[in-house]
């Protein structure tokens, strides 16, 4: 793509300076208003009435930071994240309308990060689809995405990945707690106030537990896609998972980051902090909630945790897990589930590493240094065929209940 366009350069630079004068600091319903540390975006509506054009991020997972027109048909939309320094994952999210249909170029610039997404489009915010290759290119340093829309009267989503919000986890919540095994829970609020929830799995078996968390990270949608088809699969009517639910208990934090989600934060929660860095310190009322809910369930008599799942995002397929030679409980357990996974998809060859954030504070290092268990991060690509991952979370969760219940006879013969 071309450099921007010279005559452009003073009126960025005017509108940066406006985009300065006019940051505002909306107030949040906050549970302790002195913890929000991050800058809040404003949000909006851009009416351009030369070309009858609206843009918005009034919505929950927008992220626009502001929105000027360069010429005919031509606009820029300035992404910035949360606070800095921040890991490059430059999510944006907004809605474009125009009375009369048009094709419109959108420039999409990335304050302080790079792209990482292929952009999307939606006409509801839930069927999304890729924008056709020839209709978006990035800049050379990718610092600079160029969309070309067709717009009209009818609203078009355009975001980094699929938009997957706390209200939507309501709906999902709502379509698989079906049975009386099935217990949600609200376990502590986020800085913005927003209800922390937890979706458990008892169904009266002995306290013996596998622990999944999800979302610490905003835009790491796929990770949410994994977790939803994995906890899915233990809720199913087969004699594998009821013989599962016979002696596992399941406590699932899906959504960890509710405020940076509704922000269409790049990384942090409201106190601009990256909650899979804060596992040793438990300074965010997040990672205080999720440790004492965990703590809580294994205080019980005769409780024993056999797996700590923690559902992410990233470039491509991987699964972080602890060195070879570590001594996990149950004895093998992550081998063997490779070793599975390897031979249900032998054309498939996820990576496995056992090095990565070794002593970082992480949720995974947390719960293997307090527990012993085999904690693992389950990473999905951000392009990962959506079909494929359900699949793959499908089988994961299969092979998951099959070792767990050999590792449980074991641990507690007849
Ligand atoms: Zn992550």
């Known amino acids: 793509m071309k450099p921007f366009p010279q005559h452009f350069t003073a009126r960025l630079f005017a509108s940066f300076i406006l985009s300065v004068l006019l940051v505002n600091v909306r107030p949040v319903e906050a549970a302790d208003d002195a913890r929000v540390k991050v800058e809040m975006q404003m949000r909006k509506t851009w009416e351009f009435k030369t070309d009858g054009v609206t843009f918005n991020n009034e919505f929950s997972g927008a992220r626009a930071s502001d929105c000027t027109r360069l010429g005919k048909d031509e606009y820029r939309i300035l992404i910035k994240p949360e606070n800095s320094p921040v890991n490059n994952s430059a999510w ?18 990335y304050e302080g990060g790079t792209q990482r997404y292929r952009p999307k489009t939606s006409h509801d915010g839930y069927n999304w689809e890729v924008l056709t290759t020839n209709l978006w290119e990035f800049s050379p340093k990718r610092t600079e995405l160029t969309l070309k829309l067709e717009v009209d009267e009818q609203t078009l ?10 209200e939507y986890m309501h709906g999902w919540y709502e379509k698989v707690n079906t049975q009386p095994y099935i217990i949600q829970s609200t376990i502590g609020k986020s800085i913005g106030g927003r209800d922390l929830e937890s979706i458990e799995i008892n169904d009266g078996a002995p306290p013996n537990y596998v622990f999944i968390i999800g979302r610490q990270h905003p835009p790491e949608v796929t990770g949410s896609l994994g977790l939803m088809k994995f906890f899915e699969t233990l809720t199913v009517d087969t004699p594998l998972a009821e013989a599962f639910r016979e002696r596992f208990r399941v406590f699932v934090v899906p959504m960890m980051n509710p405020d940076g989600v509704e922000e269409g934060q790049w990384r942090h929660n409201l106190g601009g902090v990256d909650l899979n860095r804060d596992w ?44 070879k030679d570590a001594k996990i409980f149950p004895p093998g357990f992550t081998d063997d589930w490779f070793t599975k996974l390897d031979e249900r998809f032998p054309a498939y060859e996820p990576k496995r590493s056992g090095a990565h954030n070794l002593d970082s504070p992480t949720s995974k290092y947390w719960a293997f240094e307090k527990y ?27 092979e998951m209940m099959k070792l767990l219940i050999e590792a449980e006879k074991k641990q507690n013969p007849q």
């Open 157 to 166: 989503w355009v975001s980094a990945q699929e938009i997957i919000t706390p």
């Open 372 to 398: 012993g268990v085999a904690a693992i991060t389950f990473e999905f690509g951000d392009n990962t065929d959506r079909i494929f991952l359900r699949q793959f979370s499908m089988a994961s969760a299969e």
């Open 92 to 109: 944006f999210a907004f809605q474009v309308q125009a009375k009369k249909k048009r094709q419109i170029t959108v420039r999409v610039i």
């Open 280 to 323: 040793v310190k438990f300074a965010q009322p997040e990672t205080q909630a999720v440790r004492d809910a965990i703590e809580l369930r294994l205080k019980e008599e005769g409780a024993k945790a056999y797996l700590f799942l923690d559902f992410h995002s990233t470039g491509e397929d991987i699964f972080y897990t602890q060195p």
